[in-house]
C-alpha cells in the first residue's frame, strides 16, 4: 500500500518545500500580527508548529520504510480515489467529498467500489484529506504538512484557553499542550487524532468564550458547533 501511494517520491519531495514555505509564510504572519514582541506566547508559536510537522512527516516516514503499511495510507489512499473523480467532473468530487451518493449508485461505483471504507466513520478523514490534496496534488507528505497545520490551530486554540486562565503556568501549559510527543506524533498527521484534537482545542475555546467571557458572538457559535460535530 505505501509503495503504490508514494509511486512518485521525487514529486513528494519536490512539492514538500513549496507547501513548507508557504505553510511558515502564513505563521509567522499570524504570529506577527497577533503576538508582537514580548508577548508570552510569541516564542512557543514557530516551535510549536514545526514540532507538529516534524512528527507529521517523521510518522509517515516510519509507516512507509518500515511497516509499509498502515491506517494514514488507507485514509489517503481514500482521498486519492475521491480525488481522481475530479478530473471526470467537479460535480461528482463534490458529490463523494460529501459522501451523498450511495455504495451501490451505478453513476459512482467505479469509485466507491474501490473505497472500502466508504461506510464507515473513517470516510470522514478521506474527505478532509481529498479537500486538502487539491492544494498539494494529492501528494502524501504534503497533505500530512496541511493536516499539521490545521490540528495545530486547534491546539493553539487549546493553550490560548489555558494560557489566558492561568498566565503565571504559561510555560507548563506550553509542556503540558504542545510538546507531548505522542501529542505531536500521533496528533499531526494523516489520522482521526489529528481532526479530533483540532475539533477539540477549538470546541474547548468556543464554549470557554460563550459560557465564561460570556461573549455571544455569531462567529463564536458557529465555532463551537462546527467543532462540536
Not at 471504507?117 to 473513517?122: K, L
Not at 507528505?141 to 492561568?166: D, E, K, N, P, Q
Not at 494523516?190 to 475539533?199: M, P, Q, R, S
Request: glycine content about 6%; aromatic content about 22%; hydrophobic content about 50%.
Amino acid at each position: 500500500m505505501a509503495t503504490k501511494i508514494l509511486n512518485n517520491l521525487i514529486l513528494e519531495f519536490l512539492l514538500l518545500p513549496f507547501i513548507l514555505a508557504i505553510v511558515y509564510l502564513i505563521a509567522y504572519r499570524i504570529r506577527n500580527r497577533r503576538y508582537p514582541k514580548g508577548h508570552p506566547w510569541r516564542k512557543y508559536f514557530i516551535p510549536a508548529l514545526s514540532l507538529k510537522i516534524f512528527g507529521a512527516i517523521f510518522i509517515g516516514l516510519v509507516y512507509a520504510f518500515y511497516y509499509g503499511k498502515g491506517d494514514t495510507f488507507n485514509y489517503f489512499y481514500h482521498s486519492q480515489v475521491i480525488n481522481s473523480a475530479f478530473d471526470e467532473s467537479i460535480y461528482k468530487w463534490l458529490n463523494l467529498v460529501f459522501h451523498t451518493p450511495s455504495l451501490y449508485d451505478a453513476r459512482y461505483y467505479e469509485y466507491t467500489s474501490q473505497m472500502f471504507w466508504y461506510t464507515s466513520s473513517s470516510y470522514t478523514v478521506a474527505s478532509i484529506g481529498a479537500i486538502l490534496g487539491i492544494f498539494t496534488m494529492t501528494t502524501y507528505f504534503s497533505t500530512s504538512v496541511l493536516f499539521a497545520f490545521v490540528s495545530f490551530s486547534g491546539i493553539w486554540a487549546l493553550f490560548r484557553t489555558f494560557a489566558s486562565l492561568y498566565p503565571k503556568y504559561t510555560k507548563q501549559l506550553a509542556v503540558c499542550i504542545l510538546f507531548i510527543p505522542s501529542v505531536f506524533v500521533w496528533g499531526s498527521g494523516i489520522f482521526k487524532d489529528t481532526i479530533c484534537l483540532f475539533g477539540l482545542g477549538w470546541l474547548t475555546y468556543g464554549c470557554f468564550r460563550i459560557l465564561i467571557n460570556r461573549e455571544f458572538k455569531l462567529s463564536n457559535i458557529i465555532l463551537t458547533i462546527l467543532s462540536f460535530i
